[in-house]
T-cell receptor, first 112, second 115 residues
Framework: DQQVKQNSPSLSVQEGRISILNCDYT??????FLWYKKYPAEGPTFLIS?????DKNEDGRFTVFLNKSAKHLSLHIVPSQPGDSAVYFC???????????FGSGTRLQVQP | NAGVMQNPRHLVRRRGQEARLRCSPM?????VYWYRQLPEEGLKFMVY????????ESGMPKERFSAEFPKEGPSILRIQQVVRGDSAAYFC?????????????FGDGTRLSIL
């Protein structure tokens, strides 16, 4: 039972354009959501998070949007840079448990 | 480097041997989590510990796996009598003591290979 789903295994965008990565969840108890970036042979690097009391959080080029009614969140990267090429994981947790539930990841490739 | 430190980075074991994976959390962090990643999959939660206490081990296999986070020293994930299916990347993460909505910060993992 996949409680966090990233339905696009890969995404390719041109440098300078917007990258939009999507994530859906099924567990209505989730109230904290995070995005991580991962390079090969390294651990996930925390990018940005959002709690369920908000619908948007922004940090530099990264913005996360949360639509609770649709159980959907997205990560926008503007403008995309070649160094953003990596696998992006969506993760979620609920207040009662700190364990993160991860999606299967989306591989982003930013073309120069 | 004040990040989460894991060692060894690579570990090779033969079937039936024991594997010990170590994790030192970020300075000031007293919550430690272990995750496992199989090829082409996302990370799967295994166990959550605070100093000297296991808080949530709902993701740990019932046999052969154990974890500890002693008062002094790193957290240890121990796998006894390893089998081929234990081959994976094992990641440790840590978070701050206070606040429920604190991001977890990950180490670079230990890649375990079973011959």
């Amino acid at each position: 039972d996949q409680q966090v789903k990233q339905n696009s295994p890969s995404l390719s965008v041109q440098e300078g354009r917007i990258s939009i990565l999507n994530c859906d969840y099924t567990n209505s108890m989730f109230d904290y959501f995070l995005w991580y970036k991962k390079y090969p042979a390294e651990g996930p690097t925390f990018l940005i998070s959002i709690s369920s009391i908000k619908d948007k959080n922004e940090d530099g080029r990264f913005t996360v949007f949360l639509n609770k009614s649709a159980k959907h969140l997205s990560l926008h990267i503007v403008p995309s840079q070649p160094g953003d090429s990596a696998v992006y994981f969506c993760a979620a947790s609920d207040t009662g448990r700190r364990a993160l539930t991860f999606g299967s990841g989306t591989r982003l490739q930013v073309q120069p | 480097n004040a990040g989460v430190m894991q060692n060894p980075r690579h570990l090779v074991r033969r079937r039936g041997q024991e594997a010990r994976l170590r994790c030192s959390p970020m300075k000031g962090h007293s919550h430690v989590y272990w995750y496992r990643q199989l090829p082409e999959e996302g990370l799967k939660f295994m166990v959550y510990l605070q100093k000297e206490n296991i808080i949530d081990e709902s993701g740990m296999p019932k046999e052969r796996f154990s974890a500890e986070f002693p008062k002094e020293g790193p957290s240890i994930l121990r796998i006894q009598q390893v089998v081929r299916g234990d081959s994976a990347a094992y990641f440790c993460a840590s978070s701050l003591r206070t606040g429920s909505n604190q991001p977890q910060h990950f180490g670079d993992g230990t890649r375990l290979s079973i011959l």
